[in-house]
């Protein structure tokens, strides 16, 4: 996706994309500063302490102006773990088997916030909310991973295993979240588990027709 900006084309989706409206280049920044400091504001007051007025005030931007942006603070915190996965690189034709292309997909998203054990306790909260911005960027941030494991499997995967995949993601994640285990050890995990179960589908005969 693409716009202009004073005249200039602006290609990168961050710039461009979020729930509400697409970014100039200006309020791309405003954007950038809110999540930055979202980021550091859990880092001293937690989930429960955080406050979109707070983050406003580190940031530097008006409460209204942050307002006009995040409608509250789960869509603030969500908007942040949207961010970092859209940051990852595509996941590229390799040689390697497709349950070795599958763990690695599932441990950089596992591991997206494994270094910042506040703001991955929030992400799990916060992409719980029933807020329509929460559930737009929830939307996204299941298809994104969708295509990066149907990517990983190849295009002609069977999408009864490409579904079960995404299902095991998502209950470890709301098993770190909820704090029965860290992201980095459910990131090892997944691993186990997605092995196991590509190993069962490679074995599996073939359907009779």
Sequence with gaps: ?????????????????STRRRLTER??????????????????????????????????????????????????????FWRRLSALPPVSPSPEPPADRVVAVLREIALLVSDEPAL????????????????ELRLRIGVAIRHRLRDALGTDSDPKLLAGLEMIYAGALVQAGMGYTSYTAIADRLSEVARLVLSGATRRPPAQR
């Design 1 to 17: 996706m693409s716009g202009h900006v004073s005249g200039k084309l602006i290609s990168d989706p961050l710039l461009n994309e």
């Design 120 to 135: 991955a306790a929030a992400c799990t909260t916060a992409m719980l909310g029933t807020d329509p911005d929460v559930q």
């Design 27 to 80: 309020q791309a920044d405003t954007v950038r500063r809110l999540t930055d400091a979202a980021v550091e504001e859990l880092r001293e007051a937690g989930y429960e302490g955080l406050t979109v007025r707070n983050v406003a005030r580190r940031a530097g931007v008006a409460a209204a102006t942050a307002y006009t942006y995040f409608a509250s603070k789960n869509h603030l915190i969500t908007e942040v």
